[in-house]
């Protein structure tokens, strides 16, 4: 995605919006079918009622941040009970994560600032 059309995306996160964090530990086990399962999620993800957004970044030491955008509490939900996302959350916590933690925020101010 580039800045400009980040920009443009973020600037739609109205007051209520819902900011799901996942916060994850990676193990390092099995890299190819995490890239993979992580790539086919966010598609999915994309194609949900209510998605926004998503920002994924990954250390070098396998820790991640993942926050995914919704526009309200019941598409967040929805996604979080989706069977193909319940169904790689399980290789998960089965494979790639050692630890993590999710936190579910409303969004009650959203700005942008931008370099010129």
């Known amino acids: 995605m580039t800045n400009q059309s980040y920009a443009n995306v973020m600037a739609r996160l109205s007051s209520g919006s819902i900011s799901v964090i996942f916060v994850a530990q990676r193990t390092g086990l099995d890299a190819d079918g995490y890239a993979r399962a992580a790539t086919m999620m966010g598609e999915l993800a994309a194609q949900q009622h209510g998605y926004v957004a998503i920002d994924s970044v990954r250390g070098s030491d396998g820790l991640g941040i993942t926050i995914s955008y919704w526009t309200d509490e019941a598409s967040a ?12 959350r399980d290789a998960g916590r089965d494979l790639w994560y050692s630890e993590y933690s999710l936190h579910v925020a409303k969004v ?6 931008k370099k010129a």
């Open 108 to 113: 009650t101010r959203s700005y942008d600032w």
């Open 77 to 88: 939900k929805a996604w979080r009970d989706h069977p193909e996302h319940s169904a790689i």
